[in-house]
Structure formats: structure tokens, C-alpha cells
């Protein structure tokens, strides 16, 4: 009934609120500590060098907490222990390195970790995640190195489309100011329920394309992220939802790409407009987006990918939405260089993208197909983003 709050979920938000305030609050026995630095607030995660992780907690008035998350490597919620000075703590691995999320749960509520500025960027309306990178003995293709580094900028729009205020992410290669040239563009695009800074605080994107371009594997160029949901911006103003907007797959989205975001890169930013110099992927949702909008356009991109892409019956008509590419396959083959689609094999999408991958292949349609160990998790999408970013703008 409308004003009435379940009671468990009430007095979950309270207690987590309560654990919030409590990380840097000074306690009894620190009577000389007057305020909290980043030295001596609440160590958590704490990564061991057995590649154990050690998660910390302060919630005192909390009568149970759990860990959950993918850090629990599919088994559910682990109990976490409850200390004399209202720290609750847990140990968990070893684990595979690599990059979790994880949250607390108390009362049916998850919070993410307040001693962890490593966090999910989402959409009004979905939970916030933490995340922990447990190392390998040497740094991984999406860490930071002694590299030339490229320029993550903001840029914010608004979209005559949506009629909101919207930010760009766009990711610049090392050198460009100071350089003439022009740069192809990889229009990239985040998932369900993710931001349209997703790529770069979760996937790594601009690491990543720092690494590979410094390796001479891939070529400099641009990432242009935005935000693949009908929203307005965070931060711009009074929220602003947006009417008539009921599905994943938003029907403003693809107008606001073609109408707005191109060709305000165009105008702003040094790259060549042209579809040989154009590419669009994406994971999970922004997969879907990419396929179906970059094979209705073969004119405007001429590399097409889809991550993990959701194209099951659940979010999309598969045979409508892919219409084109089945009904004139020869063209698609001329001008797209290429057509990539990876899946993992563990992930809930995998016999969707295995359908799709058999149907273009019926009808004609030349592409590339890749299949990695993984569910529907950035461990995944890094390693498709690092694995694809070489293919791009090389050639035929």
C-alpha cells in the first residue's frame, strides 16, 4: 500500500546508515583522535599475500552481516564474525587474481564497503558494488605502467533527443594534444544498470588501450562512452526522469548515438569520419545496442562488436531486430571488416549468442566468433575488450 515501508527494510537502511556514520566516528577509547584520515580509518579490504582477502565492517548494532557478491566465487552469502568493538570481519579465498565485487548485507539490505573507494558507478535505482583486485605476481593487461597514458575527458551535451543534460566519457590517446593527426573512434558502451563511466572505472578501458597502444597492438584511437540508458546526467540538475521509457533497451537511445553523440565527436574532437575509422561494442546491453545498431548501419560502422550482447527472447526479438544483416548478408560482408560476438560459456546469455552466432551464419554473414571461460562478469569483458582492440582499423 502507497506511504507504507516494510518494516525488515526500514530498519535494515537504518542500521546501514548507522554502520556508515560509524567507519570514521572516533570511539571511546580513541578520546584524543578529533578527526579521520585515510591512515587511520577502517582498513578493508585488506589483500594477504596468500591472495586471501580480509573484509572489514563496523556496524555495532548490527545482529547479523554477510558477505555477498562474486568475491564468494558462487557460493552465497558467507557469514561474517562480529568483534568485542563491533567490527565485523571475515577472511575469504585464496582467489584467482583478478578483479571482484562484493557488498555487505545486514538486514536484507547490501551497502557497499565504506572503507573502499573502489566502486560501481550505476544508474539512479540499482545498488552500488565494491570492488577488490587481488594482483598477480606481475601487473595484468588492465593495470597502470610506466606507459605513455591517455586523457579520460567529460564531456557533457545536452541531447535534442532526450531533451536532458547528458556526460560523454571519451578517452583520449596518449600524445593527442600535442600531435595534428586525426584518430579513428570506438564508440563503447556499458551494460544494464551501469553508467556511462562504467568502462573506465570498472572495465579499464583507457588502461587498457594505454598498454596495447605502448605494445604497438592497436591503434591509437578515441573511445567515445555514453550512457546507454534514456537518462539525465547525475549532478546537473533537479532529477528529470524521462516519460514513456519502460524497457532495458531504450528506443531514444540509438537516435540520441546517431543524432547527438557522432556528431558532437566530430565536430569537437580530431577523428576521421569515416565508417572505415568507426567501431561500436559493448557488453551485455550495450552488445545488444552495438549489433543492432551497427548492422543497421554498415554505411556508418564497419566494425562491429557484442560482448556477452543480450539478444535472448527475454530483452529483444533477435530475427526483427537483426532483420537487415539476414536479408542482405552479402552487403554486410563488403563493408563490415568485421563482426565480432564472444560469449562466456558459464554466462546466463551463452546459448542466446550461440543461436545468434548460427543464424548469421546460415544466412551468409561472415564474423568472428569467440567463446572464453567466465559468467556475465567484467573478468570477461576486459579480457574481450584487450583481446578485440588489436582487430580494430587494421587491414582487410
Known amino acids: 500500500m502507497r506511504g507504507i515501508i516494510d518494516s525488515r527494510l526500514l530498519s535494515g537502511m537504518l542500521i546501514a546508515s548507522t554502520a556508515l556514520l560509524a567507519q570514521t566516528r572516533p570511539r571511546p577509547a580513541d578520546t584524543n583522535r578529533v578527526i579521520a584520515t585515510p591512515y587511520n580509518a577502517l582498513r578493508s579490504p585488506e589483500v594477504n599475500p596468500d591472495r586471501t582477502v580480509t573484509l572489514r565492517f563496523r556496524a555495532p548494532e548490527a545482529t547479523a552481516v554477510d558477505l555477498v557478491?562474486?568475491?564468494?566465487?558462487?557460493?552465497?552469502?558467507?557469514?561474517?564474525?562480529k568483534g568485542g568493538d563491533g567490527v565485523w570481519t571475515i577472511t575469504v579465498g585464496p582467489l584467482p587474481p583478478e578483479i571482484w565485487s562484493y557488498n555487505f548485507r545486514l538486514e536484507g539490505v547490501e551497502v557497499p564497503d565504506p572503507s573502499n573507494p573502489s566502486i560501481k558507478p550505476v544508474p539512479p535505482g540499482f545498488p552500488i558494488a565494491s570492488f577488490v583486485e587481488v594482483p598477480e605476481a606481475t601487473p595484468a593487461f588492465y593495470d597502470s605502467r610506466a606507459v605513455p597514458h591517455g586523457d579520460v575527458r567529460i564531456v557533457l551535451y545536452e541531447s535534442k533527443v532526450m531533451g536532458v543534460a547528458r556526460f560523454l566519457w571519451i578517452y583520449t590517446p596518449p600524445g593527442y594534444d600535442e600531435s595534428r593527426m586525426k584518430y579513428p573512434v570506438l564508440y563503447l558502451l556499458h551494460g544494464n544498470g551501469e553508467a556511462q563511466n562504467g568502462w573506465v572505472m570498472n572495465g579499464r578501458a583507457n588502461i587498457i588501450l594505454d598498454n596495447l597502444i605502448a605494445e604497438g597492438?592497436?591503434?591509437?584511437?578515441?573511445?567515445?562512452m555514453p550512457q546507454g540508458h534514456a537518462l539525465q546526467a547525475a549532478g546537473v540538475g533537479p532529477l528529470v526522469r524521462l516519460s514513456g521509457e519502460t524497457q532495458m533497451y531504450s528506443p531514444r537511445f540509438s537516435k540520441d548515438l546517431l543524432e547527438d553523440v557522432i556528431p558532437l565527436v566530430e565536430r569537437r574532437f580530431r577523428v576521421i569520419a569515416d565508417a572505415d575509422h568507426r567501431a561500436i561494442a559493448g557488453l551485455s546491453m550495450g552488445g545488444g545496442q552495438a549489433l543492432t545498431i551497427g548492422l543497421a548501419h554498415p554505411d556508418l560502422f564497419h566494425y562491429v562488436l557484442g560482448y556477452s550482447a543480450a539478444v535472448s527472447r527475454q530483452f529483444m526479438n533477435a530475427d526483427e531486430e537483426f532483420g537487415n544483416a539476414l536479408a542482405n548478408a552479402a552487403e554486410v560482408n563488403a563493408k563490415i571488416r568485421l563482426l565480432w560476438i564472444s560469449c562466456g560459456k558459464q554466462d546466463f546469455l551463452y546459448q542466446a549468442n550461440r543461436q545468434l552466432v548460427e543464424t548469421?551464419?546460415?544466412?551468409?554473414?561472415?564474423?568472428?566468433?569467440?567463446e572464453t571461460e567466465g559468467a556475465h562478469v567484467w573478468s570477461v569483458w576486459r579480457h574481450n575488450l584487450n583481446d578485440s582492440?588489436?582487430?580494430?582499423?587494421?587491414s582487410r
Do not use: S
Request: charged share 20%; glycine share 10%.
Open 69 to 81: 557478491g562474486e568475491i564468494t566465487l558462487g557460493k552465497g552469502p558467507q557469514q561474517m564474525a
Open 217 to 224: 597492438k592497436a591503434q591509437p584511437m578515441l573511445i567515445v
Open 360 to 370: 548469421l551464419k546460415n544466412k551468409g554473414v561472415t564474423l568472428r566468433y569467440r
Open 389 to 394: 582492440a588489436p582487430l580494430l582499423f587494421a
